[in-house]
């Protein structure tokens, strides 16, 4: 097979409830384009796919972050994926990084100034099947 990254785009939400800021939610759109993309796996190549996402995180102290994403897709396909996060703030004291009342902080504009962009990281992949041409001459010419 040959293979190539597919155009496509993803739109992402995130947000947190400012009384509760430990408590996050997120929601997700893909949508790709092509004729054989491998978006859930590459045994099961798809026509256009998308998919959609919803997940929930929960962050007791800034050190630590639990989740779980739901993500359901193109041909009924569906994912589960529960995560733990460790974030280590080397500009800031471990004692304000194992206390809850700091996970407000990390919601605000300045303590997410050093925050990666968030994407997808997996290259989605579509793949073509190479033609073969086999060429078969006699042993004995006459």
Not at 11 to 32: T, V
Not at 81 to 95: C, E, G, V
């Amino acid at each position: 097979y040959d293979e190539r990254p597919v155009n496509g785009f993803d739109i992402r939400f995130n947000g947190y409830l400012p009384s509760y800021p430990a408590l996050g939610a997120k929601l997700m759109y893909e949508q790709y384009y092509g004729d054989n993309v491998a978006l859930f796996n590459s045994d099961k190549l798809q026509s256009n796919p998308w998919s959609a996402t919803v997940g929930v995180y929960y962050t007791p102290i800034p050190l630590v972050t639990m989740g779980i994403d739901y993500r359901h897709g193109t041909g009924n396909e569906n994912d589960l994926l529960y995560s733990m996060q460790f974030r280590y703030q080397f500009d800031k004291p471990w004692s304000q990084q194992i206390e809850p009342q700091y996970v407000n902080e990390l919601r605000t504009l300045s303590g997410s100034r050093y925050d990666l962009v968030q994407r997808n990281n997996n290259i989605i992949l579509e793949y073509k099947k190479q033609d073969i041409l086999s060429l078969n001459i006699p042993h004995d010419i006459n």
